[in-house]
């Protein structure tokens, strides 16, 4: 395969993961549990732009937009509530809580739109060659949707009083509180940025292939490793887990196994060994319990002060 | 009548299975604080080693004890990941690995047929007994566990390893032999489920089968063996009953399938919400002084 | 001018049960540890004090094995221990307790003590089938010794409540009844009296001396409250920044200079 084209698709795969995963990260270190109904709110906010933008015709710019900012409130409601009442629960019912909540969404999904995948309407145009690569619009765009949506939230982290005390509440909640850090505010705001950027990323998903509602699923161990590579309650880290998980799974199928296997000595397959498709999900489960194994604090920790 | 009959037997069946399932889920979670969101693993390695000795002619009995032996050693090896991780983390990781051996056994068809399966043609006498006679067997076995020194000291473990450690109990070796019980009854009730159905194939793995089976132990009550039971009926119920809702009213079925899963959902949920504890909450154990 | 451990054993003196050689340690830039010597007297009860930060749960944690020391050598009972895992170290006779009481929260009272017992082998499943009557035996005579440990603890009215329920001293108590029930040859205990009301801190001095003088339990406390100091131990090191400044018999360490120096400035009451 064409070493650049396998280069955009790790970008776009990034992309969209690290929209998803920069609210679990951040909801993860602040309320102190794994939200496993966070991913449902991406394959959610992607069925609603094709309710917009198929069912009732919008343009799909306003849909996107529409969509985004429903989940955001959506993310509000859940915390008030759902969430909200297991403050003082530990983490782990709140935890099981949110598979319940995955069940539901997940299924309420395929109950409504039924269990095949779906398109959004927009106009299928042969792809832009770039150095020997296809790369569609939609591509293009979706690079420039997810770029400037990380570029503005990285705006509001590093530029204004709301988003020092965002990083300073998802590095440390109890020293944010001891700084007398208006913590609950910023919990709302994390639950509304980061519902409405996993339906982004699930909307750009569903734009550069398709949605069904197992997506949630595919997505939630990619996620978790996205989260726990870049250190949980780490921003900036979940960007860059995103890149690497990003790279890994495209550039884990390109890659040619068989020299590194045979220098090792262990089989002799010739001179070519591909993993097989079908073991791409593998790569991320492997992934994640290495990393789990090797360092559980997460393989990328920086402090935000 | 006699439909009626077979269909009762069946149910009861199937609901010993999952009640296994659920005990011995309930027994890494509810006793030890092993957060497993992998327990279907154990079913379906038990299931396709059942069905993998069968095809080799294997007598049944042996093909069950293989089940259990096989599952118990895949519990060994989960522990074996476990260290000193939270419940949480060490869930993330149990999910990730019951994904990747389903993944091994759905790709790779020289092991067990791939996506296609495998059936079972072995059958044994009094099946459906053997079933309810074994369930009350590991009721029984899992009660005198709870009950014991033993059971005493997982229950502490699950509170956190620091204590205990310094009590001197070598938590690793704890959480190891829970494991193996807990892989141990899975794989029978994975025997059990492969011996029924005549078939098993990758997709009786699917993470959400272990999602039912948690929602039968968090709704019934985590660390009371009668509570969780009563949640495997009160789900297994919600489900069949919830079958024969098509004939009463008029709902389609590809809309009432995932209907149901949307109601066991909202049950973990809603628990989880005002009955943290579960309907039949664990009991304390009393003394007289 | 502090001129090492005077408790280091001279010739003919018995061997010390814990001896703890040069032991440092750091996190990251802070230096919480640095070259720590000190012993703790068979059948003796050893002090440890100084003031908040000085090092002093980083020692009991790595003396217990929770933690790695970053150079150093511990000795038990003649055996070195640094390096074992913390349920070795256990298993040896050597119970720590936590500052914050930790652990056995969904657990009655008298559940935590039965869990305590150690030597127990048959708390392994496997053994325990084989040999269930001697386990139940046992278990019955482990209750009844819990019983006695509760009666005195002043726990009785507590004995089925479940350890998360109690109060702050009464679960530094619970700690106390735990070293009864295990056996242990010394326990190291953090801050036994801190935020316990004083009749409780009455209960638990009392324990204390039951538990050393009855028992022949050996001490290494961490303690703030000098009065209880003065009280129980023979012996007390104190530390300041990670370093020992300065051991003796408490009346002359009360009088160091640079002992009072760094307690006056910082909290008074504590110091006396
Ligand atoms: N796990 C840790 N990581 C970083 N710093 C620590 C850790 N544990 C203790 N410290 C630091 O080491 C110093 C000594 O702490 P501690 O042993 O708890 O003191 P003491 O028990 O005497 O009050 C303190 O400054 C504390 O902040
Ligand atoms: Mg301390």
């Known amino acids: 395969m064409n070493i650049v084209q396998v280069l955009v698709n790790s970008l776009i795969t990034s992309a969209e993961l690290g929209l998803i995963a920069i609210g679990l990260s951040m909801t993860f270190s602040i309320l102190r549990f794994a939200n496993f109904a966070h991913v449902e709110s991406a394959v959610l906010g992607a069925y609603l732009v094709y309710l917009f933008n198929v069912t009732l015709g919008w343009n799909f710019a306003l849909s996107i937009l529409v969509s985004t900012l429903i989940l955001g409130t959506v993310g509000l409601a859940l915390h008030r509530f759902i969430f909200r009442r297991f403050a003082n629960s530990g983490d782990i019912t709140p935890m099981i809580a949110s598979l319940g909540l995955a069940i539901t969404i997940r299924h309420g999904i395929q109950a409504i739109w039924g269990p095949q995948h779906v398109v959004y309407d927009y106009e299928v145009l042969p792809g832009n060659k770039i150095f020997g690569a296809f790369i569609t619009d939609p ?25 020092t005390a965002m990083r300073a509440t998802a590095a440390n909640v109890d020293l944010a509180q001891a700084c007398s850090i208006d913590t609950q505010k910023v919990i709302l705001l994390v639950w509304f940025i980061g519902t409405g950027f996993a339906a982004l990323g699930g909307i750009l998903i569903g734009w550069d292939t398709q949605v069904d509602p197992y997506l949630g699923f595919n997505l939630v161990i990619p996620i978790f490793c996205v989260v726990l590579i870049g250190g949980v309650g780490s921003v900036y880290g979940a960007i860059i887990g995103s890149l690497i998980v990003g790279f890994a799974q495209n550039f884990g199928l390109a890659f040619n196994y068989a020299p590194l296997i045979n220098l090792f000595g262990l089989l002799d397959l010739g001179d070519r060994f591909d993993l097989p498709a079908a073991y791409k999900p593998a790569i991320t489960y492997m992934a994640v319990v290495l990393i789990l194994l090797i360092r559980p604090t997460g393989i990328i920790r920086k402090e935000v002060s | 009548m006699e439909q009626l009959i077979g269909f009762g037997i069946y149910l009861v069946t199937v609901t010993c299975i999952f009640a296994m399932l659920a005990m011995s889920l309930d027994l890494q979670v509810g006793a030890c604080g092993l957060m497993n969101f992998g327990q279907v693993v154990f079913m379906m390695v038990g299931a396709y080693a059942t069905a993998i000795a069968a095809n080799a002619g294997i007598n049944p009995y042996a ?35 019951a994904e990747l051996i389903r993944l091994v056994f759905l790709n790779e068809r020289w092991l ?178 | 001018m502090y001129n090492g451990d005077s408790a280091a054993p001279s010739p003919g003196a018995p061997e010390p049960l814990l001896k703890v050689r040069n032991v440092s340690k750091a996190f990251g830039g802070l230096r919480a540890l640095r070259n720590v010597s000190l012993s703790a007297a068979r059948g003796k009860i050893t002090g440890l004090i100084g003031p908040n930060g000085s090092g002093k749960s980083t020692l009991f944690e790595i003396i217990g094995g929770f933690q790695k020391a970053d150079q150093g050598r511990i000795e038990f009972n003649n055996v ?90 009464q679960r530094k108590l619970l700690d106390l009844g735990r070293v009864f029930m295990s056996g242990a040859t010394l326990c190291l205990l953090d801050e036994p009296t801190a935020g316990v009301n004083p009749t409780l801190v009455n209960t638990i001095l009392d324990a204390l001396k039951v538990m050393n003088l009855e028992r022949g339990i050996s001490m290494l406390v961490v303690e703030h409250n000098m009065r209880v100091v003065s009280e129980i131990c023979e012996h007390v090191y104190v530390l300041d920044a990670g370093a020992v400044i300065s051991d003796g018999p408490p009346e002359a360490v009360q009088n160091d200079e640079q002992v009072l120096e760094i307690y006056l400035g910082q909290d008074r009451t504590s110091a006396e």
């Not at chain 2, 019980?181 to 194939?201: D, M, P, Q, R, V």
């Not at chain 2, 660390?223 to 709902?251: E, K, M, P």
């Not at chain 3, 006779?93 to 003590?113: A, W, Y």
């Open chain 1, 139 to 163: 591509q293009i765009w979706i690079l420039i949707t997810a770029v400037s949506a990380m570029v503005g939230f990285h705006c509001l982290l590093q530029y204004t009083r709301i988003g």
């Open chain 2, 63 to 97: 093909c069950i004890v293989i089940s259990m032996a096989v599952a118990a050693l895949l519990g060994v090896v989960m522990s074996l990941t476990v260290k000193n991780m939270g419940g949480t983390y060490w869930g993330i990781l149990s999910l990730s690995m």
């Open chain 2, 112 to 289: 067990a047929d791939g996506a296609n399966g495998l059936s079972v043609l072995i059958t044994i006498p009094y099946f459906s007994l053997t079933v309810v006679v074994s369930t009350l067997f590991v009721i029984l076995i899992l009660r005198v566990i709870w009950l014991s020194p033993f059971g005493r000291v997982i229950r502490m473990i699950r509170e956190g390893d620091r204590l205990p450690l310094a009590l001197g109990k070598n938590v690793l070796l704890f959480k190891l032999e829970t494991m193996a019980i807990g892989g141990a009854i899975g794989g029978l009730g994975g025997s059990f489920y492969a011996l029924l159905n005549s078939y098993i194939s990758p997709d009786d793995g699917l993470p959400i089968e272990t999602f039912i089976i948690w929602a039968m132990v968090v709704v019934g009550g985590r660390g009371n063996l009668l509570g969780v039971v009563a949640g495997t009926v009160f789900i297994q119920i919600l489900f069949v009953g919830s079958r024969f809702l098509t004939h009463i009213v008029d709902i389609d079925a590809g809309v009432l399938a995932p209907l149901r899963f949307v109601l066991i959902g909202l049950l973990i949920m809603g628990v989880m919400m005002f009955r943290p504890q579960g309907l039949i909450p664990e009991r304390k154990r009393v003394y007289r002084i």
């Open chain 3, 80 to 169: 070195e221990i640094d390096g074992l895992p913390p349920y070795k170290i256990g298993h040896l006779g050597l119970l720590r307790t936590f500052q914050l009481s930790e652990g056995g929260e969904r657990m009655t009272v008298l559940e935590n003590l039965l869990a305590a017992v150690s030597g127990q082998e048959e708390h392994r499943l496997v053994r325990f089938m084989l040999r269930f009557p001697r386990v139940m035996r046992e278990e019955a005579e482990n209750l009844e010794k819990a019983k006695d440990v509760i009666q005195l603890l002043g726990l009785r009215r507590e004995a089925n409540e479940y350890a998360g329920n109690l109060s702050g001293g």
